[in-house]
């Protein structure tokens, strides 16, 4: 019954993990476009600066998700508690 019952918590966390880093990556994804549209149409001439930054912080916020789903795959298939 024990075991059950950390399989159904890892489970549930992993669950946790992958949905409030996707939201999480959505929402940033959003603002930081949204900033991006904002500095074209204020100074279209920094394009260029600023698409390279927008890369750079969505790569940065989309890393972090991916983090998040390595760590909740680590929740399943390699928690100590599990065992067997």
Do not use: C
């Not at 929402?27 to 279209?44: E, Y």
Request: net charge negative; hydrophobic share 60%.
């Amino acid at each position: 019954m024990e075991h059950a019952i950390m399989v159904a918590a890892a489970l549930i966390g992993a669950g946790i993990t992958m949905g409030l880093a996707a939201i999480g990556a959505g929402i940033g994804d959003g603002l930081v476009t949204s900033k991006f549209i904002d500095g074209i149409t204020r100074q279209p001439e920094a394009q260029g600066a600023l698409f390279t930054n927008t890369l750079i912080s969505v790569g940065l916020i989309e890393a972090m998700a991916i983090i998040a789903a390595v760590i909740a795959l680590i929740m399943l298939y390699a928690n100590p508690l599990i065992g067997g």
